[in-house]
Structures are given as C-alpha cells and as structure tokens.
C-alpha cells in the first residue's frame, strides 16, 4: 500500500492486513504498551471540512506512536487563498513524513497524493471515506467473529459512506443491501464495481429490503456536510430512511448498528435506535485510533 485514497485501490488480502494490525495496536494499547513505531516521523493533517473524530483520534493516534501530527486548516493555509494542491503538495512532501487530507473533492486527494512523493490518506471526500469503513468493518469483526458471510444492509443517503461501505464489505465477502431514494444512488463507478459481486449486492428504494435478515446496518445523515443549503429537500425525500424500531425487528435479533456519527436523532435514527446501540457506535468510534495508528504503521513503519 503506497497511499489510502480508496479502498477500490487494495486487495482484500491489503485490508485484513490492516485490521489485524488495527487489532493489535488495540491490544497492545489496552495493555499499556503502545509501540513507538512514529519516531521522528511528522504527519500533515489538512482539513477543509469539519472533524471531530478523524482529527482528534489522529492527533491522539500519532502521539501515542510517538511522532507528530500538526492540525492544518485548510481555510488557514494559502491553498484558501488560490496555491494550487499541486504547489501545496510539493511543500508538504517536503517537510512531513506523510499528509492526511480531508476536503471535498476526491481529484485534490489523489492530486496531493500525485505531486507530494510521501504517502497520502484520505481523511474523507466527497467520493469516499476509506478510515471510517475499516473502522466499521474492524468493529463489526470484533462483534460478530468474522466478516465473510454477514448480510450487511445500508439505509441512506449514496454518498461517501455508501460508496466505501459497498466496496469494503463486498471485497470482505459479505452481501450488502443499499436502500436510498430515487436521486440518491452511490457514485455510478461503484454500481459498475458491485456489478462483479452479482446477487451479492443489491440496490432498492426499500428500506425494509435493507434491513431483513441484516446482522450489521449502517445509516449515516441525510445532508452531509457542504449541502446544508438542501437540508429541507432532504427531510423530504429521506423521509421513511429512518432506522427506528420497527425496521430494526426485521434484522437478526443479534444485528448490529453501526454509525459514523455526528447522528441526526429524529432522521436517520430514532433515538431508541441509537440508544439501544450505543455501545457499538462508540466502539466504532474507538477504533478509529486503532485503525489509523495501523495505516499510518503500515505506510511508515513497515507494519
Ligand atoms: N466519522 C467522522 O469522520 O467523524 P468526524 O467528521 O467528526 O471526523
């Protein structure tokens, strides 16, 4: 692995990697030894959209490694002000040791990737959000015993997370229902990848079909971040998306929920819902630090 732009761009064989060195990192925390394996190794955090988890569970991540994160805004930095990511890349790449970048467009993350000659993760685009789906499938592995095999069904909007969640559980081995209104499809180049996995992915305007039989359902918010303008068109057109009680009966009684989190209590989630899987939403959360201390463990120090 030479970059984590997407997760089209790894083998499976690539992503168990990652989760079982996410998986030892984690134990390894718990038992109050983390390894030092970021020594004098300085990452670039670039961020042009809002970040709670991603960014506090790098700088945290990377601390713990041992080496330094430096937060950049990206509305602070000269990029705001029309340097070309080409430019911006070239500067990065030679001072740090690595750049995580989150912004809208997935062509300035593969651009920084192009022109910096160190290893670039995606921290999210509008495409695809690569950390946060090896976080769920590392924490859905940790519940359930294993990947292959899960029904996984997606309620929401076909964005990022959709995209990613398609991907990385199909190339996992687990069948995934994509429910999303008409106008809401994942990005037309994922359809063309599902496509391969034949009956094992489906794509319907049914949120009931999503949920049957789930042992894992995902939902995340209806208006991301960058549409807020479009917030009242999407109450409509999401509304009867929600995950809420009686969706939740159709599932396995052991199914899970997973949410990338910030959660819209009264959209995409009842706050029972929420509640009930609580403890599975902040686990993913957790593992957020763990997996990202494994990416950038594998890209920097041979792991
Ligand atoms: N899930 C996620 O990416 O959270 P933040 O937006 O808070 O980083």
Same mark, same amino acid.
Not at 3 to 26: N, R
């Given at each position: 692995?030479?970059?984590?732009?997407?997760?089209?761009?790894?083998?499976?064989?690539?992503?168990?990697?990652?989760?079982?060195?996410?998986?030892?990192?984690?134990?390894?925390?718990?038992?109050?030894?983390?390894?030092?394996?970021?020594?004098?190794?300085a990452i670039a955090l670039m961020f042009g959209k809002h970040s709670?988890?991603t960014r506090?569970?790098l700088e945290?991540?990377?601390?713990?490694?041992?080496?330094?994160g430096t937060y950049l805004s990206a509305a602070d930095m000269q990029i705001a002000r029309g340097e070309p990511i080409q430019d911006t890349a070239r500067v990065l790449g030679r001072y740090y040791?690595a750049i995580v970048y989150r912004t809208f467009k997935?062509?300035d993350v593969?651009a920084l990737a192009?022109y910096s000659?160190v290893?670039v993760v995606s921290g999210m685009t509008?495409?695809?959000?690569?950390?946060?789906?090896?976080?769920?499938?590392?924490?859905?592995?940790?519940?359930?015993?294993?990947?292959?095999?899960?029904?996984?069904?997606?309620?929401?909007?076909?964005?990022?997370?959709?995209?990613?969640?398609?991907?990385?559980?199909?190339?996992?081995?687990?069948?995934?229902?994509?429910?999303? +209104?008409?106008?809401?499809?994942?990005? /037309? @180049? &994922? #359809? !063309?990848?599902?496509?391969?996995?034949?009956?094992?992915?489906?794509?319907?305007?049914? +949120?009931?079909?999503?949920?049957?039989? /789930? @042992? &894992? #359902? !995902?939902?995340?918010?209806?208006?991301?971040?960058?549409?807020?303008?479009?917030?009242?068109?999407?109450?409509?057109?999401?509304?009867?998306?929600? #995950?809420?009680?009686?969706?939740?009966?159709?599932?396995?009684?052991?199914?899970?929920?997973?949410?990338?989190?910030?959660?819209?209590?009264?959209?995409?989630?009842?706050?029972?819902?929420?509640?009930?899987?609580?403890?599975?939403?902040?686990?993913?959360?957790?593992?957020?630090?763990?997996?990202?201390?494994?990416?950038?463990?594998?890209?920097?120090?041979?792991?």
């Open positions: 692995m030479e970059h984590l732009l997407k997760l089209s761009s790894l083998t499976p064989d690539e992503i168990i990697h990652i989760l079982d060195v996410a998986d030892e990192y984690k134990r390894l925390h718990k038992a109050g030894t983390d390894p030092k394996d970021l020594q004098g190794k709670t988890r506090t569970s945290v991540g990377i601390y713990q490694m041992g080496g330094l040791d997935q062509s593969d192009r000659g290893p509008d495409y695809a959000h690569p950390l946060q789906v090896l976080t769920d499938l590392m924490t859905v592995r940790e519940y359930k015993g294993k990947l292959a095999g899960l029904k996984a069904g997606f309620v929401g909007d076909g964005y990022n997370m959709a995209n990613s969640l398609i991907v990385g559980c199909l190339m996992m081995g687990m069948d995934f229902t994509i429910a999303c +209104p008409n106008g809401y499809r994942p990005s /037309a @180049d &994922v #359809l !063309f990848f599902a496509r391969e996995y034949g009956d094992h992915f489906k794509l319907t305007t049914a +949120p009931d079909e999503a949920a049957r039989g /789930a @042992d &894992v #359902l !995902f939902t995340d918010v209806w208006t991301s971040m960058g549409m807020e303008r479009e917030t009242e068109r999407r109450r409509r057109d999401f509304s009867g998306f929600c #995950l809420d009680a009686a969706r939740m009966a159709l599932a396995k009684p052991d199914c899970i929920v997973q949410h990338p989190l910030p959660a819209h209590r009264g959209e995409e989630i009842t706050p029972d819902v929420f509640e009930t899987h609580a403890d599975e939403i902040f686990d993913e959360a957790e593992n957020r630090l763990h997996v990202e201390k494994a990416v950038l463990g594998i890209l920097l120090a041979g792991k």
